[in-house]
């Protein structure tokens, strides 16, 4: 009986592990199905921390996100080099002391995401 038990417990717990790796250190899949944009939007939403100032079609503490796209666009700016700290503003300069903190959050993002984040803002242009 003792044998029994035993071997039920045993396979009890080796029907319980868990079948999937993880995999860390590697994108997470989900975020690897994402559009640009999709990807992009998340960012700007979270680890991002962008909609703590920005709005998407009106001024908040920084410009709205349609005037950035607008502007960079009109300009031909490199959005993605403001990002990685490696561009002058050319939206209201006086307001990058403000934008700092979250440069420094941008500049540790990968190309992909920075991208991405690039790719949302030039979405939202009507």
Same mark, same amino acid.
């Given at each position: 009986?003792?044998?029994?038990? #035993? #071997?039920?417990?045993?396979?009890?717990?080796?029907?319980?592990?868990?079948?999937?790796?993880?995999?860390?250190? @590697?994108?997470?899949? %989900?975020?690897? *199905?994402?559009?640009?944009?999709?990807?992009?939007?998340?960012?700007?939403? $979270?680890? $991002?921390?962008?909609?703590?100032?920005?709005?998407?079609?009106?001024?908040?503490?920084?410009?709205? %996100? @349609?005037?950035?796209?607008?502007?960079?666009?009109?300009? =031909? $700016? =490199? #959005? %993605? *080099?403001?990002?990685?700290?490696?561009?002058?503003?050319?939206?209201?300069?006086?307001?990058?002391? /403000?934008?700092?903190? =979250? #440069?420094? /959050?941008?500049?540790?993002?990968?190309?992909?995401?920075?991208?991405?984040?690039?790719?949302?803002?030039?979405? @939202?242009?009507?």
């Amino acid at each position: 009986m003792k044998k029994v038990a #035993l #071997l039920v417990c045993l396979m009890f717990f080796i029907s319980c592990k868990k079948e999937t790796e993880e995999t860390f250190g @590697q994108p997470n899949p %989900v975020e690897v *199905s994402k559009t640009p944009e999709e990807l992009g939007k998340s960012i700007f939403e $979270g680890k $991002g921390n962008c909609v703590a100032c920005h709005k998407i079609n009106e001024k908040f503490v920084g410009p709205s %996100v @349609q005037d950035i796209a607008k502007i960079y666009k009109k300009q =031909n $700016g =490199n #959005l %993605v *080099s403001f990002l990685k700290d490696e561009a002058k503003p050319i939206i209201d300069p006086s307001q990058y002391e /403000l934008m700092k903190t =979250n #440069l420094a /959050l941008t500049k540790e993002m990968s190309d992909e995401e920075l991208k991405g984040l690039e790719a949302y803002i030039y979405s @939202q242009v009507k």
